[in-house]
């Protein structure tokens, strides 16, 4: 780990490299900034919650950190007279975090624009499918789109490779028939079709109708322990379904996965400096 001096070390924290990156890369700064020195996106950053609140805490972006106790955290959740994290801390399975923190990877997430134009073609896509005007290229040019939003460019290659001829009536028997089917159904039709997988199997769901599904990819997996088959799907979709309503109703699933994403890649796509892994960038969703 990169380790920096700060004023209060009982309250430092630490940060995912890729992250901390996009944060400094905001500051007009440049002196903030080269305190950090050199720094890989696969590594934790020792950040303090005084020292560089001005990093952490920008008028358009309060960057989530990891503390001590293993919650991710925001500056505002740090109490300067008490010097301590005053805010209650929420739980998603096993991994903590503040609401602040959350919010502000939803509120990451929503600003992605290319996020915004692939859900807006699965709108026109699902209202196509609904009054039965959908055609197989419709459903062929919805799928190019979630795989190019999701950094999917091989899988996409190796669908085209393996059933150039087929794929799209498979997709648009799979999408037209998602509305009225169930979690465990729409992903096992999805990943019927060869070369799709859960991860992208849940994009096309997730973007088609983002009030009853999320995506559930390797970070996920990783962090939180969730299979990566059909029936890790349906109790991904259960457990966040659940934690959508009692603590971020007015937010559709998909964007509740997408900040809960945001916060468990930190952890997941970190290591510790000596120990450098070659680890591979997951897609923003």
Same mark, same amino acid.
């Given at each position: 780990?990169?380790?920096?001096?700060?004023?209060?070390?009982?309250?430092?924290?630490?940060?995912?490299?890729?992250?901390?990156?996009?944060?400094?890369?905001?500051?007009?700064?440049?002196?903030?900034?080269?305190?950090?020195?050199?720094?890989?996106?696969?590594?934790?950053?020792?950040?303090?919650?005084?020292?560089?609140?001005?990093?952490?805490?920008?008028?358009?972006?309060?960057?989530?950190?990891?503390?001590?106790?293993?919650?991710?955290?925001?500056?505002?959740?740090?109490?300067?007279?008490?010097?301590?994290?005053?805010?209650?801390?929420?739980?998603?399975?096993?991994?903590?975090?503040?609401?602040?923190?959350?919010?502000?990877?939803?509120?990451?997430?929503?600003?992605?624009?290319?996020?915004?134009?692939?859900?807006?073609? !699965?709108?026109? $896509?699902?209202? %196509?499918?609904?009054?039965?005007?959908?055609? /197989?290229?419709?459903? *062929?040019?919805?799928? &190019?789109?979630?795989?190019?939003?999701?950094?999917?460019?091989?899988?996409?290659?190796?669908?085209?490779?393996?059933?150039?001829?087929?794929?799209?009536?498979?997709?648009?028997?799979?999408?037209?028939?998602?509305?009225?089917?169930?979690?465990?159904?729409?992903?096992?039709?999805?990943?019927?079709?060869?070369?799709?997988?859960?991860?992208?199997?849940?994009?096309?769901?997730?973007?088609?109708?983002?009030?009853?599904?999320?995506?559930?990819?390797?970070?996920?997996?990783?962090?939180? !322990?969730?299979? $990566?088959?059909? %029936?890790?799907?349906?109790?991904?979709?259960? /457990?966040?379904?659940? *934690?959508?309503?009692? &603590?971020?109703?007015?937010?559709?699933?998909?964007?509740?996965?997408?900040?809960?994403?945001?916060?468990?890649?930190?952890?997941?796509?970190?290591?510790?400096?000596?120990?450098?892994?070659?680890?591979?960038?997951?897609?923003?969703?």
């Amino acid at each position: 780990m990169n380790r920096l001096k700060c004023c209060t070390p009982s309250v430092a924290g630490q940060i995912n490299g890729r992250t901390l990156r996009k944060a400094v890369q905001t500051l007009a700064d440049g002196e903030s900034a080269a305190k950090f020195g050199k720094f890989e996106n696969t590594e934790w950053v020792s950040i303090c919650p005084v020292c560089d609140a001005a990093i952490l805490d920008t008028p358009s972006v309060q960057w989530p950190y990891q503390c001590d106790d293993g919650a991710m955290r925001t500056v505002r959740d740090f109490d300067a007279c008490t010097g301590t994290y005053s805010t209650p801390t929420l739980t998603f399975g096993c991994f903590g975090f503040s609401k602040l923190a959350l919010e502000s990877a939803i509120n990451q997430q929503k600003a992605i624009q290319k996020t915004a134009d692939t859900e807006s073609v !699965g709108r026109q $896509l699902l209202q %196509r499918i609904i009054s039965e005007t959908s055609t /197989e290229d419709d459903c *062929f040019a919805f799928s &190019q789109s979630v795989h190019d939003w999701g950094a999917g460019g091989r899988v996409w290659g190796n669908l085209l490779k393996q059933q150039r001829s087929t794929l799209r009536n498979h997709l648009k028997e799979w999408l037209s028939a998602v509305p009225a089917l169930d979690v465990v159904s729409a992903i096992e039709k999805g990943v019927a079709i060869k070369g799709l997988a859960v991860s992208f199997a849940s994009k096309h769901l997730r973007m088609l109708q983002p009030e009853r599904f999320a995506v559930l990819d390797d970070v996920l997996c990783q962090g939180l !322990g969730f299979a $990566l088959n059909p %029936r890790g799907y349906e109790f991904f979709m259960k /457990e966040v379904g659940a *934690f959508q309503r009692a &603590q971020m109703p007015q937010e559709s699933v998909a964007y509740v996965e997408a900040g809960l994403f945001l916060l468990v890649r930190q952890g997941v796509r970190s290591v510790a400096s000596n120990e450098r892994l070659l680890v591979g960038e997951a897609p923003e969703h």
